[in-house]
C-alpha cells in the first residue's frame, strides 16, 4: 500500500472562512498511524466551531472534523489495511484522569479538528494515535462511510447513558430526541433496556418517527411552554400509572428551552445528563437539587474503551444508522455546514473526500 506525501484539506482558516488546501503528510511518530479518511461526519460542535465563535484548543488555519472512519495506510505493520473508527476523543492514557476511569475528559487528550494540531478529518488523511483505534473487523455489508458518524453521534450518547447507569427497567426522557445526537441517545436507552423512553423535540413528523426508533411516547414543544411540556408528562404519567419520580433525562438539543424543559422536569432522585452543547446561560434555583436529592451531570465524549461495545449494537441492528445519515461529496462542505447551522437538515450529513 502506497504512503502518500500529501494531504489534501478544506481548512478553516479563520472562524466562517474555508480553503481548500495542500498540506505535507507528517512524519510518523512512534505510535501514530495514517489514516485514509472514508468520511466524516458534520458535528453541531464543528458548526459552533465555524460560525459561533467557539474557540478550539488548535487555533486556525486547522482542518475541522472529529467523526472519522478510515484505513490504516501506514504505522504499525499489524495496522496497515485495518478498517478502522477514530474516537472523537483519545485520552493520554497516562495521568490520574484517566487512571481514575475518567479518561473520556483527559486534560491532555487529542481530538481531531480541535486539539491534534492542524489535522482533522476534513481531509484525505490524517495522523492519529493509533492506540485507541476501533478496528473494524467485519462491517457485515454496512457501507464504511456510515460508520463514520460511530465516532461521536453514537458513542457520546452511549457514554451518557454509561455515566447516568441506565438499566432494564428505567425510565428515561430525552429532550432534542429528533436531533444528531438524540435519535441515537432514544435507541441506546432502549437497547439497554429502559422501560420508557419519552422523546422530546419540536417536529412532530421527526417525532412519529422515533416511535419507531426507541421512543415509548413522543411529545411535541410546538405551541407549548415550558410548564405545558411538564403537564403533558405528568399526564402520561398518571395514565401508564408510572412514578413521576426516579427519572433519567438527557438533554441533547444544547438549547436554552431543552435546557429549561430539562430542569422543569427534574424532580425527586431524578438525574439529568447534559449531553449537548449551547452557549446560552440557564438560571436555575439549586437549592432543588438538595431538597430533589437531584443530580445534574455532565457528560463528554466518550472513552475509547466502549467503541467495540457500540459498534456491535450498530452491526447487531440494536442501533439504526442508514435512516439518520446523508453521504455527500466533500467539495460540499461549506454547504453542510450553511445547512447545520441553519436548522435545515432532516438527517446527518456524512462527507466522502472527492478532492
Known amino acids: 500500500m502506497s504512503i502518500p506525501t500529501k494531504i489534501d484539506t478544506w481548512q478553516m482558516v479563520e472562524p466562517g472562512k474555508l480553503e481548500r488546501t495542500t498540506i505535507d503528510v507528517p512524519e510518523l511518530k512512534p505510535g501514530e498511524a495514517l ?17 459561533d465563535g467557539v474557540p478550539t484548543v488548535q487555533k486556525p488555519p486547522l482542518t475541522l472534523g472529529h467523526e472519522v472512519s478510515g484505513t490504516v495506510v501506514a504505522g504499525d505493520a499489524s495496522l496497515i489495511g485495518k478498517e478502522v473508527i477514530v474516537p472523537a476523543v483519545m485520552p493520554c492514557n497516562k495521568c490520574d484522569i484517566c487512571a481514575s476511569g475518567r479518561g473520556n475528559r483527559c486534560l491532555k487528550q ?24 476501533c478496528i473494524i473487523e467485519d462491517r457485515k455489508g454496512m457501507p464504511l462511510e456510515h460508520m463514520a458518524v460511530i465516532a461521536d453521534a ?9 455515566r447516568a447507569g441506565i438499566k432494564e427497567g428505567d425510565l ?3 429532550t ?6 438524540g435519535v441515537y441517545m432514544t435507541q441506546i436507552a432502549a437497547a439497554l433496556g429502559a422501560k420508557e423512553v419519552i422523546a422530546i423535540a419540536r417536529n412532530k413528523e421527526k417525532l412519529e418517527r422515533s416511535l419507531q426508533y426507541g421512543a415509548t411516547k413522543a411529545i411535541s414543544t410546538l405551541d407549548k411552554d415550558v410548564k405545558g411540556i411538564r403537564d403533558d408528562f405528568r399526564a402520561y404519567c398518571k395514565e401508564k400509572g408510572l412514578p413521576t419520580y426516579g427519572w433519567k433525562i438527557f438533554e441533547c438539543s444544547g438549547s436554552k428551552v431543552g435546557q429549561e424543559i430539562g430542569l422543569e422536569l427534574l424532580s425527586f432522585v431524578w438525574k439529568m445528563i447534559v449531553v449537548g452543547y449551547g452557549m446560552q446561560k440557564t438560571e436555575y434555583m439549586l437549592s432543588r437539587l438538595m431538597a430533589f436529592d437531584a443530580e445534574i451531570i455532565g457528560t463528554w465524549g466518550c472513552l475509547p474503551k466502549y467503541y467495540k461495545d457500540v459498534l456491535n449494537m ?17 467539495s460540499q462542505i461549506l454547504k453542510a455546514f450553511e445547512e447545520s447551522h441553519a436548522g435545515k437538515l432532516t438527517k446527518r450529513i456524512v462527507l466522502v473526500p472527492d478532492f
Open 314 to 330: 450498530v452491526l447487531d441492528g440494536k442501533i439504526k444508522v442508514e435512516p439518520f445519515v446523508e453521504v455527500r461529496p466533500m
Open 35 to 51: 489514516v485514509k479518511v472514508a468520511a466524516c461526519g458534520v458535528c453541531h460542535t464543528d458548526v459552533g466551531y465555524f460560525f
Open 176 to 181: 432534542g430526541a429528533t436531533g444528531g445526537i
Open 154 to 162: 453514537i458513542t457520546s450518547p452511549y457514554q451518557a447513558a454509561m
Open 110 to 133: 487529542k481530538m481531531p479538528g480541535n486539539s491534534m494540531g492542524i489535522y482533522g478529518g476534513f481531509a484525505s488523511y490524517m495522523p492519529v494515535p493509533a492506540d485507541d483505534l
Open 172 to 174: 428515561v426522557i430525552v
